[in-house]
C-alpha cells in the first residue's frame, strides 16, 4: 500500500533570534532558520527572542518575545486567492503582512481569547496580554475585529457579470405633519 502523503508545510521559519519551540502532537522541537512549520502545531518564543514564518502564500507572520500562538488552520490553494489561515495568539505578540489577494475563498484571521481580527492585503499586530485584554494596531489595509467569529458578506441577488443586483427605490417624498 502506497504511504500516506506527508502533509504540506504552512510556511518555514525564514528568521529567528533567541530560543522558540514548535510542539506538535505533544512533542516539542527547538525552530531553526528553514525549519517547517504545519497547521496544529504551536509556536513559543522565549524572552527576547524574535520568530518570522513566511507562509506558503508569501505572508510574513512575527511572534514576539514571551509569545506562544496555535496555527489552527493553514490552508492555500492553486492562488493566494484561495486560502484559509488562523492562528490563535494565547499571549503576546503576533504582527503580520498579509499578502494580497484579489476575489477568491480567502481568509486570514487572528484569533484571541476575546476578539478575532480577519485581514485582507493588510500589515497589522494583535497584542495579547496575560489579563486577557487585546489590542489591534493596523499600519496598512483594512482589519475587521469582532468579539465573535467574523460577519461574512452575504450578496443575496447577483446580476451580469456576478455584481450585486440593482434595486431602484422611490425617491424622496413630502411628508404631512400628521
Known sequence: AP?????????????????????????SEKLAVGKAVYQGDVLETQKRTRLEVKLADASVVRLG?????????????????DRN???????????????KAVGGEQRFEVK??????????????????TDKSVVVK???????????PLPRPEHQGTGPG??????QIAGPQQVSRE
Open 65 to 81: 518575545p514571551t509569545s506562544r500562538a496555535e496555527v489552527q488552520a493553514a490552508t492555500f490553494g492553486k492562488s493566494v486567492e
Open 138 to 148: 493596523v499600519y496598512s489595509g483594512t482589519v475587521a475585529v469582532a468579539s465573535g
Open 3 to 27: 504511504a500516506a502523503a506527508a502533509p504540506a508545510p504552512a510556511g518555514t521559519v525564514t528568521f529567528l533570534a533567541g530560543d522558540a519551540t514548535r510542539t506538535a502532537g505533544g512533542k
Open 162 to 167: 456576478g455584481k450585486p443586483e440593482r434595486k
Open 85 to 99: 489561515v488562523s492562528a490563535k495568539l494565547l499571549v503576546g505578540k503576533v504582527w503580520a503582512n498579509v499578502a
Open 112 to 129: 484571541t481569547e476575546n476578539a478575532v481580527a480577519g485581514v485582507r492585503g493588510t500589515t497589522f499586530r494583535v497584542d495579547a496580554a
